[in-house]
């Protein structure tokens, strides 16, 4: 049976093309005591056979935190975005570039990616990432 996070903020990515199926509740804000539970990270989120899964936690206009499960060998290929963004490894190990640069992320590391600065993500093995971006 889902979480409340789950039926209230789910989205799952189950492809190797990223395709994106959404299960938002956009009809009204979620009731804040249905917020106000502790979950495990790495639970919340499983990896998927050649595929990338997302969950998206918060996501409001002002900013989104979504959670990442990559299978090994996937990942997101160099892209820029609007926003700064950091990227929190819960699981795994993970290949960042950016800007040309290669980083090598482990379990409990952490990045910021700039904004409007080329990046990308190879999945070294299985790995899980908690994505938080912040608009301005």
Not at 29 to 57: C, R
Request: glycine share 6%.
């Amino acid at each position: 049976m889902p979480t409340i996070l789950e039926r209230k903020f789910g989205a799952l990515l189950n492809t190797k093309n990223y395709k994106t199926k959404c299960m938002m509740n956009n009809e009204t804000e979620p009731d804040e005591n249905a917020l106000v539970k502790k979950e495990n990270l790495e639970a919340l989120i499983a990896y998927q056979k050649d595929s990338v899964v997302s969950k998206t936690i918060i996501g409001k206009k002002t900013g989104t935190v979504t959670l990442f499960a990559f299978d090994k060998g996937q990942g997101l290929s160099e892209h820029t975005a609007p926003y700064d963004a950091m990227v929190y490894m819960v699981d795994g190990e993970a290949e960042v570039t950016v800007l040309g640069k290669e980083i090598l992320l482990k379990k409990g590391d952490s990045i910021i990616l700039p904004a409007n600065k080329p990046h990308s993500l190879k999945a070294l093995s299985e790995f899980k990432m908690l994505l938080i971006m912040i608009k301005s």
